[in-house]
């Protein structure tokens, strides 16, 4: 095969990608149109009932984020030529940067069965004394739907190899291979981190009790803060402290779905700190997102477009998913050919929106 045939393979494997992008969110873009036709029929309220719902709105959309953009990730490849995997010999795709740690994702064949399983590998240093708690879910994708499914759940306290040995029966490979190709996802959801906790430059202990007026509590830690001063930085605190809601009248408020020290890191951001580095900012800027702090999501931005070392595709991921503009123009504006495309393909849909999927088909049709 001809150097110039390998190349177009290359290009049609791009273009496919993009374009199966491009066709779920187009699915779920008409979807999105019909309910707003539907809810553009229904009568207009007054301007009591309006404050209610928006302040709901504001709780509600953090909820949805926190679904959405929580650190839950999905890892995919499409593994060929899979029928002459040798016995007891691994093929690991991956290395995709997620919260400071790169993931990998491998399968190996044994005698009666094809195993799967993932492992990572942390990039900043970490202490002898931690921990990753995750919740996974194993998919190989078969024809006509005829997916197989497996969940998981793991504490790691080192960096080793997870899955199953006997994920799917050699006797029902073909059933599973198109093109002799198999399609495989690991969804991963952390669910708790400890050990990787940087060295605090504020204090939000007890000891700030004489100058707060409110006490905000992740998992077992309480932050002493006050309420005026991130409802100013925040719209989701603005309603949840001045809205009409039970919490608005706590000492004590439960916050869920998030991680201490990413909290930790986010509260140093809006009080002025200097706490974003490569190792926080992913988290950072999540919490930014999840709670409409644009004050802390713009230094994020600042940090990604002037400091950051993370790669292209991972500033592009978070640009996108996260609705930084500036960051997003900058990175495109650094694709300038059709292996820069290929080096920034996502391996989950929803690491990018459906604008930043169409321009990237813009650029490979300019550069095919």
């Keep these: 095969m001809s150097n110039n ?48 719902i928006e302040d709901s709105n504001v709780l509600n959309n953090r909820n949805n984020k926190k679904l959405e953009s929580g650190k839950r990730f999905v890892l995919k490849h499409v593994f060929k030529n899979v029928v002459n995997l040798g016995n ?8 995709v940067e997620h919260f400071n740690i790169n993931w990998y994702m491998a399968i190996e064949r044994n005698e009666s069965f094809l195993e799967f399983y993932f492992y990572f590998k942390t990039i900043a240093p970490v202490g002898d004394d931690w921990s990753i708690d995750t919740k996974v879910e194993f998919r190989m994708m078969g024809n006509n739907n005829n997916n197989v499914i497996k969940t998981a759940r ?25 093109n002799d190709n198999l399609t495989a996802e690991v969804e991963i959801e952390i669910l708790k981190m400890t050990g990787f906790e940087k060295k605090r430059i504020r204090k939000f202990d ?14 077992d830690t309480k932050f002493y803060v006050l309420k005026m001063y991130l409802a100013a930085q925040s719209s989701l605190f603005k309603a949840l402290f001045l809205g009409n809601f039970s919490e608005s009248k706590m000492t004590e408020i439960p916050l869920t779905g998030i991680e201490p020290e990413d909290f930790q890191h986010f509260l140093e951001v809006l009080y002025g700190e200097p706490s974003i580095d490569d190792t926080t900012v992913e988290g950072v800027t999540l919490l930014a997102d999840m709670y409409d702090a644009p004050t802390a999501k713009r230094r994020c931005e600042e940090f990604l477009l002037e400091k950051s070392k993370k790669t292209l595709k991972k500033k592009l991921q978070l640009a996108s998913r996260y609705h930084m503009e500036k960051l997003k123009e900058k990175s495109m504006g650094e694709i300038k050919s059709i292996e820069d495309i290929r080096s920034v393909i996502p391996e989950n849909v929803d690491d990018y929106d459906h604008q930043t999927t169409f321009e990237l088909l813009g650029k490979f049709n300019f550069f095919h």
Excluded: M, W
């Design 5 to 52: 045939e390998k190349d177009e393979i290359v290009r049609q494997e791009i273009l496919e990608e993009l374009n199966s992008h491009k066709r779920k969110f187009d699915n779920i873009a008409e979807k999105l149109q019909s309910i707003e036709e539907s809810i553009s029929k229904i009568p207009k309220i007054d301007d009591d009932e309006k404050k209610l």
């Design 88 to 95: 007891d010999v691994s093929y690991s795709a991956g290395g």
């Design 154 to 178: 793991n504490c790691f306290k080192t960096e080793e190899e997870y899955g199953f040995g006997n994920f799917l029966d050699l006797r029902d490979l073909n059933d599973y291979l198109i």
């Design 206 to 219: 007890e000891s700030q009790k004489d100058v707060s007026d409110v006490i905000l509590v992740v998992k």
